[in-house]
């Protein structure tokens, strides 16, 4: 009994360690996209695009998108790909480019007689990258492991934005009353605690802690042994009863069974379960008529158009003329809120047509009030107030977790459908609509006079 305890203490730990590997793992899919977005309002000091450089990084982010584009391709032509290695080179590749933004975040370019962040460009669509490819390689990579594991690494993406939102805001929120955008380095406020390069070196720690958490999860025997664990290939240690004592090893890891183990209790409970499951998803079916796909997918769309393209890009010229504690705030805190919106979702999820038409409805005031005050930039009302200041930063973190709400609860209800031909449709309406908001948010903000920034960019002291 007490070897069998111990084999159970050593079995636990060692899925705890398979957890917090894949948790790292999961961390690298978007972290670099979202630790270059929530220092935005440090970047736009030093960048010479100023108040319009959250346009050109939302427009490579969605240029990134070539990367699965070209992937799919050679799916469809069935050539050999070797996923594992590519996920390698994914995470190498975006962790020296974080590294590298540690040095070049602030350098400048001379195109044309115009300077541009060439450099932060280019080191972002590389990180770009990582993310636009984890929907296609990392959860697929993944199959080849227990279900559980899934779940994990979702808390791992979820940790992705949480993680440099809590770095950004130790490193310090306090406004220095200027948005400046001079040629020289030395812009920052006295009141950072440490600045870009160092926040951007711990980021790359991080990337650099999940490349070596993925290459332990491929090639280490450790993970290996942990897979093929009770699979019929393996011999089971004497001292642990087959049917009784390997079967609790197991539940104590997962809630769920593999479906690889050979015991004839365990085939029959899985099978048990998964006609269960079968019987349940059946009742949760759902019909949809044309009218209302059509509907659905169009609100997806606009929220996509919007929530990925429109709204990141004009943020700066909303948030801005409130002061660099408004814009700090309401990016970092629409970060955070997001992973509590997915945790929302996953136990108050809503499918009822009316509801998601009385969330679009919010969503389209409070969008109609932040994109008021980028018109209205750089005087928009209430700018010298208190009042003004915490309205646009509540307007901003509501909007942004009412959009992300919204969008799951649309994918929900084509999930629920009898056609899974329906997620692929909402997943390729989700990228047109990203797409085609990045670039119209580019070209009306860069090549029009709708959005404009204070002239010396001196904010009156709040």
Known sequence: MTDVQHDFNTYNRKCYIMHFLVVMFGISAWIGINAIYIQMPV?????PEGWTLPSYLVLIIQAANIGPLLYATLKHFQCKINE???????????????????????????????EYSLALFILTFFNALVGCFSSVLFMPYLYNFNKSYLVTYFIGEGLSGVLPSIVALIQGIEDNTNC????????????????????????????FLSLIAFIILEYSSFVRNMKTLLNPTNSVPNEIEINVDVQNLKRSCSNENSGESSFSTTTATTTKNNNNNNNNNNNNNVT???????????????????GNGVFPSIQSYSCLPYGNVAYKLSITLA???????????????????????????????????????ALM?????????????????????????????????????????????????????????????????FIIINLTNYFQMHDSCELDEL
């Open 288 to 306: 949809l008529t044309r009218q209302m796909q059509n509907h659905l997918f169009l609100l997806l769309a606009i929220c996509c158009f919007f």
């Open 335 to 373: 970060q955070l809120v997001n992973p509590l919106v997915c945790l929302l979702a996953f136990w108050f999820l809503i499918t009822d047509i009316k509801i998601i038409n009385y969330l679009s409805i919010i969503c389209l005031i409070i969008g109609g009030y932040v994109i008021y005050l």
């Open 84 to 114: 594992p290695w590519w996920i390698l080179c994914l995470l190498f590749f975006g962790t020296c480019a974080m590294g590298l933004l540690t040095f070049f975040y602030s350098e400048k370019t001379v195109l044309g007689g115009t």
């Open 377 to 441: 930039s750089p005087v928009p009302p209430l700018r010298e107030t208190t009042f003004g200041i915490v309205l646009v930063v509540v307007s901003w973190t509501l909007l942004m977790g009412f959009i992300s709400y919204l969008k799951l609860t649309i994918v929900s209800v084509f999930r629920n459908t009898m056609f899974s031909r329906m997620l692929f449709i909402a997943g390729a309406i989700m990228q047109i609509g990203s797409a085609s908001g990045s670039i119209f948010s």
């Open 180 to 207: 400046r955008t001079s040629n020289t380095t030395d812009t920052f406020g006295v009141s950072l605690k440490f600045l870009p390069n160092d926040y951007f070196l711990l980021i790359f720690i991080i990337l």
């Open 43 to 47: 970047l736009i000091n030093t960048s």
